[in-house]
C-alpha cells in the first residue's frame, strides 16, 4: 500500500499583498492625533487655571488689588466693598484692613477707619495696624483741641491710647493739652464749668474719676514721670 506524499495546500494559497497607506491619510491622521493633544492640553491647563483662581488666597489677593484700583480712581466706596470681600475670605489679611482704613479715611469717615484698624489688630495682632489706630485717634483729638471742642470724651479717647502703649510719648503730650483745655474751660464770667453737669448719670466729675482710675492703673503698668506730673 503507497502512501502520497501530503501536500501543503497553504502553499499553494496565494499570498493577499498588504494595501499600501495614502500619504494624505496618514497626515490626516497625525495632525488629528496632535491636534487631539493639544486640545487635551489646553483643557488640563484651563482647568488648572480655574483650579488656581478659585484658590481661598488668590482670590484674596484679586479683592485688594480691585480694591487698589478703585483707590486710584477715588472710588472709595467701592474700594471699600472690595477690601471688605478680602476680609471676609481671610480675617489675617493686614493689607485689606490697612487699605480699608485709607479709603475710609478718604471719605472723612474717621470712626469706620479706627474700627477697621481695632478690629484688624484684634484678628491679626499685626503691631503696625495698632500703630495706625493709634496714630489716627491722636490725629482725632487733637482736631479736636485746635478746634476748642475737646471735652471730657477727648481727654477719654487719649487714655484709651495710653491703655495700650503706655509709653507712647506723643499721647502723653496730647494727654497734656486735652487735659488742660477742658479743665480750663470757663464761662464769660471766668468761672470753670467743667463740673457744672451733677445730674448722676452724666455727671461730668463722675466721668472725671473714671479717668482718673484707668490713668492710675496705666501708670500702676508704665510709671511715667509725666504722666505723674501732668494729671
Known sequence: MMFGKNKDKTKDKPKKKKKAKDPK?????????ITGMVVVGAAIVFCLFLLYQSL?????????LKG????????YENAVASYQSAISMDSQAVTAYQNMATAYIALGDTKSAKSTLYSGWENTKDEALLSNYLTVSLNETIQEINSGAATLDTVSDVVSVLELDPDNTDALSVLKSAYTAVMN????????????????????YSQYQGIMEKL?????KSPSDGLKTDT
Open 185 to 204: 474751660r470757663s464761662n464769660d464770667d471766668g468761672i470753670n464749668v467743667i463740673f457744672w453737669d451733677t445730674q448722676e448719670d452724666s455727671s461730668a
Open 25 to 33: 491619510i496618514e497626515k490626516l491622521m497625525v495632525r488629528l492625533e
Open 68 to 75: 487698589n484700583q478703585y483707590t486710584a480712581a477715588k472710588d
Open 56 to 64: 481661598p488666597g488668590v482670590r484674596v489677593k484679586r479683592a485688594v
Open 216 to 220: 492710675l492703673k496705666v501708670y500702676v
